[in-house]
């Protein structure tokens, strides 16, 4: 304290703007470091949101192309139960059975992919929260497909095999089953056998026609509102699948 009284006030005010200059170097300092930091970490959470999205958008095309998987495998087996309708035409049998006309039911395509969750969550908070649902549900009805095609196919095939025993034989214009081998129950049970294959048959075929169209409107509702989503992140695919009545 004396050294302080023994200084002009010329002398106190130059020690003040020293300390003062000090001090506001000092605090500049701290905030062109602070402001640095900040905008490092603000690059930084923009670099991992963008990747994210990127991210997000990249499997949203994964999950598109597991319905264009799933709307395939429809119309192509719509399309081998349609061949053994026109070939039966095309050979003057038009006037047979439909189970007489289409036998083993088997289209090649690739293995069909489940939906994974991570592929169509950021459906949850689009315009179109209801496609998340309707792909699940979707997905459940073209594998349930599937498995009712087997079904034919095996009832069909037992069919096949009593053919060739000479034991059976369908009516071309009825849905009864004429045998001069079997009588009273087992003709009745054989009756029975065809009608269901009959039905059986019919339910496919409104099935894959329904599934198809279905499977065509999916497609153009998942486009849409993964390009809404993602904008640019997102390409307008291309998907060629033919509507069942087409």
């Known amino acids: 304290m ?3 009284s023994a200084l002009t006030v010329d002398q106190r005010l130059t020690v ?7 001090l506001l170097g000092g605090s500049v300092s701290l905030l062109t470091s602070w402001v640095m930091s900040r905008q490092a970490n603000v690059h930084s959470e923009k670099m991992r949101n963008a990747e994210v999205r990127e ?13 264009l998987q799933l709307t395939n495998a429809a119309y192509s087996l719509k399309e081998v139960i349609d061949g053994q309708f026109s070939a039966a035409d095309e050979e003057g049998l038009a006037h047979l059975l439909p189970v007489q006309k289409v036998q083993e039911i088997i289209a090649v395509g690739a293995d069909l992919e489940p939906f994974l969750s991570r592929d169509i969550t950021f459906l949850l908070h689009s315009d179109d929260a209801e496609l998340l649902g309707d792909l699940l549900v979707y997905e459940k009805r073209v594998h349930s497909l599937q498995h009712a095609i087997g079904t034919y196919n095996e009832k069909r095939a037992d069919l096949t095999a009593r053919f060739e025993q000479g034991a059976l034989k369908i009516g071309s214009e009825s849905d009864t089953l004429l045998s001069s081998e079997l009588e009273g129950k087992d003709a009745l049970l054989a009756d029975v056998r065809v009608s269901v294959l009959q039905g059986l048959l019919g339910q496919i075929m409104e099935r894959l026609e329904r599934e198809v169209n279905e499977g065509h409107r999916l497609l153009g509702r998942f486009q849409n509102t993964a390009r809404n989503e993602f904008k640019e992140l997102y390409p307008n695919l291309k998907f060629e699948v033919p509507n069942a009545t087409s």
Request: charged share 15%; hydrophobic share 60%; glycine share 8%.
């Open 2 to 4: 004396e050294v302080w």
């Open 16 to 22: 003040w703007i020293a300390v003062g200059s000090a």
């Open 55 to 67: 991210g997000a958008a990249s499997r949203a095309q994964e999950a598109f192309v597991n319905l």
